[in-house]
RNA sequence: GGGCUAUUAGCUCAGUUGGUUAGAGCGCUUCCUUGACAUGGAAGAGGUCAGUGGUUCGAAUCCACUAUAGCCCACCA
């Protein structure tokens, strides 16, 4: 094995290898299955440090269950992320000098499926580096024939049941964009804003003054005045005495000079700005709630794209509405109604995808109905058929699906799956055949000719052509395809062998920021098409934060890369580093230096295996035979314990646990302790025969944490032949009872050792504190009636390096520096010199806590609750422990004397 | 305003149903390179577990309140 190892070269070789090889593909089996789906990244995304924690974890558990010789299937594919993408192939047009509009809805789109073909891989090719061992046979990609098919089929399906409408409603409308906005992708962003008090005269003709027909005002607050054009009411609290008087009456618009009603309603606040609001139903979600109680007009005064249109009034035509805001506050003022101005924090909307200040605009959209789709997924949740990992998300899943409101599915865009509604062209005329009451006829249908029958049908037209429909301009929200990801990506709507053996799928796992977005849709979409939750469990792990504390992102400048951390330390050490740093429970902080750990891990593992092949004899080891020795059962046990408690601890998702285990069982019991005997044992050979056999068992517990470096040292030291993969090696359980009884495993063995490790480790802080040089050999007593201990003279030698260990009955009491341990007392000569005053001020110090410890365990045990209540073997350790500090007091009261 | 969570060593975090003198990694201190590994080894210092009160024989752990921080939802015209 090369000194170093080559984190690369391993990479560019096994990733290809498992791919080629069919490693990470599965197909419908007849035994158990583990299956789970990828949260599709956007085609447009890039890999980043939340993509990277959230796939290592999924790829544990995918390596692991596959190592367990399930039939598993993690299904990759992207997102076609409406607006992120057109607003890609948008910017790139921009340097061309065009627009969307000057190619038109075609061009554009083979623009766009031509940006996807060459730039839409990225992002798969990054997972790739991660060593995520995806089905890549398999990938789906949202837009694809098959989720547009499922998609369509929805949608009509939906209609058919009375779940989808069609509604005027006011939206969150991004100018920038071009189109409504689902009210989990509006922002809110505190802002400095301003409070404009305007005067609205009101219309008062019996009392009018020098000649004005009115006399006198109402005061109102607002934050958008170039909304003011659209106003059609002015609306008080029904309880509020003060306006009590101008119910009924009217005001006269500033600006307009038209007259608008003062009405009452409990959505005002009385508490704040003057306790009068002005009622914009087209420009303000609670406004046209109002304007809808109260029958009022909608006048929308803006455009699409944020500029103010002809109902605003001449002068402000075509004016962005920021600009126009000044200009009617300068209007406002002149005209002497600007009463005056305050600070104001509040609330602005932004667009999620660009930023932008978002409006609310009155426009026709499609919704679905929430309400009946969600009970169905709560009681999932709730009857435990569903699990979230942690549970308390479950919570905050309550919580919004509780409170859920209609869906508004609708986008002005044209990248996306395109609404399967028709309706007959305006100059078709639909004259006696409109149907009564319905303000416009809809048709919707999976296909275009189907949609012709029904038109046909409806209006017993029979002479209508597919040239007389038109198809809905608008398409639907990226998340209407993302909900049927589960299930489309099997193949539904057919009823393919895939959907039957995998679905539902057995685990999911994502950040807790799409919660609401994606996971909670999901559900209702799996329960309502497939009649069944698409996952058993819900895993929700924490978001990736810089260092402070804050999220990440490129224009602060915070954020990590995780493929310069791969180019750094290696695909391995980042995952598994990650894997260590981060707890289900909350979010993780990272930099750079924390990937280290995994680093120095890689490290640690390629050392220690090319010590392994060092000492491998070229016949190689035969049966492990004869009596093996304390440290030899040791490593046996501990290798054993560390197979059973990862088995249980991915079990129960504990995916940081299992590195912290696995790290610390290879470095501290295989590196520090068992290579270290295994150096000077006496039958060599076999130490390391053992050595080899528990090498394997822990590469293949470390595994799906570090897949690379495992694959390359399993290679090198011959575990696996050529064309094999300890990728469909069994992960180890453990060692099975015939073994354990052949080799005389047992708990008592494993106790023992640790005991004198404890022994070693008390004698190495003697010779620490008395600086006692690693080249003297000392001298050391141990007092002890473990008649074990006089088989471990050697390896106690070897470790304390020392000239000579014996063993004294353990009431022995000698005065000489000493330490208690479970083992016995261990005592160290001291030839050397030692600065007595030093010394005794030390002893005097640990003197004084020892004194507190007894202090409290004679209070405890002198406590007859305690002694009645506690179990009895907290009452036996506590009465031990007392004994061993008296023991302990009285060794240094001597050795004081010693140094007095 | 409604909901959720956190507060443990200088830093980042473990601590599974309450039970020995509360742990790890990094950082720090001391010592150690012909040794598989200095990306290493040995030893060590460092914590009244945010605060107050309660339940209990016993609380970092359970309950209540307070303080601080963060997140989510809804929002003030």
Known sequence: MDKHYDAKAAE????????????????????????????????????????????????????????????????????????????????????????????????????????????????????????NSTDWARERFTFDEGCSKAVIKVFKQLFDEGLIYKGNYIVNWCPRCGTALANDEVEHEPNHGHFWYVRYPVVDSDKGVNGQPYKDYVMVATTRPETLPGDTAVAVNPKDERYAHLLGKKVILP??????????????????????????????????????????????????????????????????????????????????????????????????????????????????????????????????????VPERWSKIYFNWMENIQDWCISRQLWWGHRIPAYTLREDVGIGEAKVKGEEELVFVAESAEEALEQAKAKTGNASLTLADLEQDPDVLDTWFSSWLWPFSTLGWPEKTKDLEYYYPTSDLVTAQDIIFFWVARMMMAGIHFMGKPPFKNIVIHGIVRAADGSKMSKSKGNSLDPLELIDMYSADALRFSIALITSLDCDTKVNKEKFEIGRNFTTKIWNAARFLEMNTPAEGFGEISGELTADEKHILLATDKACKKLQSILENYRIQDGALAV??????????????????????????????????????????????????????????????????????????????????????????????????????ALRAEYKVTPATFVNVTIATDDVRASGEVDSLKK??????????????????????????????????????????????????????????SEAKLANENFVAHAPEAVVAEARRKLEENKEKVAQLEKLAKLFA
């Open 255 to 388: 600006l307009t000079g038209r007259q608008i009603p003062v009405i009452a309603d409990d959505y005002v606040d009385r508490e704040f700005g003057t306790g009068i609001v002005k009622i914009t139903p087209a420009h303000d979600p609670n406004d046209f709630l109002v304007g809808k109680r109260h029958a009022l007009e909608e006048i929308n005064i803006m455009n699409g794209d944020g500029t103010m249109n002809e109902l605003a009034g001449q002068k402000y035509v075509g004016m962005d509405r920021f600009k126009c805001r000044e200009a009617i506050v300068a209007d406002l003022e002149a005209g002497g109604y600007l009463d005056h101005i305050e600070d104001l924090d509040n609330q602005v909307g932004h667009c999620y995808r660009c930023h932008e200040v978002v409006e609310s605009r009155l426009s026709k959209q499609w919704f679905v109905k929430m309400e009946p789709l969600a009970k169905p997924a709560i009681e999932a949740v709730k009857s435990g058929e569903v699990k979230f």
């Open 663 to 764: 790290y610390d069982f290879f470095w501290t019991q295989i590196c520090d302790w068992y290579v270290e005997y295994a150096k000077d044992a006496p039958n060599k050979t076999r130490a390391f025969a053992i050595l080899r056999d528990v090498f394997y068992k822990a590469l293949r517990l470390l595994h799906p944490y570090m897949p690379f470096v495992t694959e390359e040292v399993a290679h090198q030291l011959g575990y696996l032949k050529d064309g094999q993969s300890i990728m469909r090696e069994t992960y180890p359980l453990g060692y099975c009872e015939e073994e354990k009884a052949k080799w005389g495993l047992t708990e008592e063995i494993y106790d023992f050792v640790e005991k004198k490790r404890e022994a070693i480790t008390a004698l190495r």
């Open 12 to 131: 560019a070789k096994w990733y290809p290898f498992w791919e080629n090889n069919g490693c990470f593909h599965d197909e419908p089996g007849s035994g158990e299955k583990y299956s789970v789906v990828i949260p599709p990244p956007n085609v447009t995304g890039i890999l980043h440090m939340g993509h990277a924690l959230n796939q290592t974890i999924q790829d544990i558990l995918v390596r692991w269950r596959r190592m367990q010789g399930k039939n598993t299937l993690w299904l990759p594919g992207t997102d076609h992320a409406g607006i992120a993408t057109q607003n890609v192939v948008e910017k790139a047009l921009k340097k061309e000098g065009k627009r969307r509009q000057d190619l038109g809805r075609e061009a554009f789109l083979d623009r766009v499926w031509e940006w996807k073909k060459q730039y839409g891989g990225t992002i798969v090719h990054q997972q790739r580096m991660l060593g």
């Open 799 to 856: 470790a304390m390096r020392a000239a000579n260990v014996e063993f004294v009955s353990s009431g022995s009491d000698l005065p000489m520096p000493s330490k208690m341990t479970k083992f016995g007392t261990v005592y160290l000569s001291l030839e050397g010199l030692v600065d007595k005053a030093a010394e005794s001020k030390r002893i005097a110090t640990e003197l004084q806590k020892l004194a507190g410890f007894i202090k409290s």
